[in-house]
């Protein structure tokens, strides 16, 4: 086999488990096709020697999010907001195992939220306006104490300047 073929299959097989993994967005369609008809903005001839490969790198943002990382946007919220998050956003929940007591849950509850606040960027509130939820209620006072800001046009929480 040919150098450039290996390089080439092992350049996409990166790129697939790049994409599987959740660093990059990667669209692939190999073979010789018609591409430049079929390129859509974002989308470039990942090897124009051989034309194999039509590859789109491409970013979820969050309508109202500045920034959003290739692990997402965190949010905050009452469990049945928490329900519906868009792409591209996570919950703490599955991060959070039942320890029994509620001095505990908060415990873990806390330990999570601050790594998550340590990453610097901004965590969204799906519950806006909803003030029944003892532990949202002490997730907000924790981000506010920390001196994070509410947006109340985005729900985001920003962090410190």
Known sequence: MQPWKILTKLLLITLLALSASGVVSAKVASGLQNLSPGLH?????????????????STTLTPGSPVVTKEGTTVIGRVKDLQ????????LLDRLPNQGSPKANWKQNSGVLRQEMNKG???RDASPGDTAGQFLNAERNLLRDRGWTLDPKTNYWNPPK
């Open 41 to 57: 903005q974002g989308e470039t001839v990942f090897n124009p020697l051989t034309h194999l490969a039509k590859i789109d790198f």
């Open 84 to 91: 519906k998050l868009n792409k591209g956003e996570k919950s």
């Open 121 to 123: 960027q901004p965590i």
